[in-house]
């Protein structure tokens, strides 16, 4: 339950409702998303060809992105990695070897992204590889341990490795930057909600981002609309982009966040767990020790989502009264895994 509120046309159409995404295999990924993306614009919110040399600096962290003859990578390229860090971190949990190299099916790519699945979205798809791979990065943002000044691109390479006889794309192999694959290993990672992928928009993709990094355990987060627009890498004016921050508001369709505008030129992002929990019976905090056991129960997952997800659950069931919050918190982890959802 993501308790996203829709406006007429707001968010894209699920295209596979048909699909049980929690029963196939290949689905069994929950869509996560690297800390360090998530934090840092990385990737271009234009829908036409980017072919500027993004600058960014902020507490520390330097980024230069240089675009290829192709123009930058986009945010909607990024489904792409996003799909692949989700099927890193569901091998690493359930004890499989992995590596940088990944052979995946296109058509599980497009599906699980809530792409459609026509001959020009393949096509599409392969100009989102080759953005990826064109698209240079230097930066010395910290991924797991490392620190280090160094210049990559987003993915390493990318091949086809079957078409159809039409020349579709069957199955294609991609390497991931070491850069990239060393954040998956050390877990650097966050569970995002299915309906990120039908956020119509660029900006709201990034914006749902920044919300998802920054509220974490936390009910709200606040921050200036001069800090949102540098963090969003938007290349809006500051009085364009407020205009499009506060159409977000009104539309009120962001996954797991509610939007508020604030004295001071403030946004406030709100947990929609925090919102259901506002009426009536509230749960209270739950002890370290219930998080530290969840840890045990659902290694690699991000338990604050787990959190947010059994409080939605809880509040949709009707409130009832819980003899202990942290048995029963657990126990909504326990029947999470045995779904493998």
């Known amino acids: 339950m993501t308790g996203v509120v829709t406006s007429a046309g707001g968010l894209l159409p699920d295209r596979h409702p048909q699909v049980d995404f929690f029963l196939c295999d290949i689905f069994d990924a929950i869509p996560k998303d690297d800390l360090a993306t998530m934090e840092h614009p990385v990737f271009s919110l234009s829908t036409r060809p980017d072919r500027r040399i993004l600058s960014y600096e902020h507490n520390g962290a330097m980024i230069e992105v240089t675009p290829s003859v192709k123009g930058l990578a986009t945010i ?63 930066t010395n943002i910290v991924t797991g341990d490392a620190e280090v000044t160094s210049g990559f691109g987003l993915i390493e390479s990318w091949e086809i490795v079957r078409k159809t006889r039409g020349g579709r794309m069957v199955s294609v192999a991609v390497t991931l930057s070491e850069w990239l694959y060393r954040a998956v290993l050390s877990k650097s990672v966050l569970t995002l909600s299915r309906d990120y992928f039908r956020l119509r928009k660029p ?5 749902y981002e920044l919300a998802r990094k920054h509220c974490g355990k936390q009910d709200h987060w606040r921050i200036s609309v001069e800090t949102l627009l540098k963090k969003s890498g938007s290349a809006s004016p ?61 290694p690699g997952w991000d338990i604050y989502a787990l959190e947010a997800d059994w409080r939605s659950y809880w509040a949709a069931s009707g409130k009832p009264k819980l003899h202990s919050v942290e048995h029963a918190f657990l126990g909504f982890v326990k029947m999470r895994m045995a779904k493998g959802r």
């Open 76 to 138: 909607h390229d990024k489904d792409i990695l996003i799909f692949c860090v989700s099927q890193l971190m569901a091998a690493i949990n359930a004890g499989r070897a992995v590596s940088r190299t990944l052979t995946l099916r296109a058509h599980d790519l497009l599906v699980a992204t809530n792409r459609e699945t026509s001959g020009d979205a393949y096509r599409r798809l392969v100009e989102s590889f080759e953005r990826l791979a064109g698209t240079r990065i230097k």
């Open 203 to 207: 900006l709201e993709r990034r914006i």
């Open 238 to 298: 500051r009085r364009v982009f407020r205009k499009m921050i506060r159409d977000m508001i009104a539309a009120n369709h962001l996954p797991d966040y509610e939007m508020s505008e604030e004295e001071g030129d403030i946004i406030r992002f709100t947990s929609r767990a925090r919102v259901l929990d506002s009426e009536g019976p509230q749960l209270p905090p739950l002890k370290p020790a219930a998080f530290e056991r969840a840890r045990d129960m659902a």
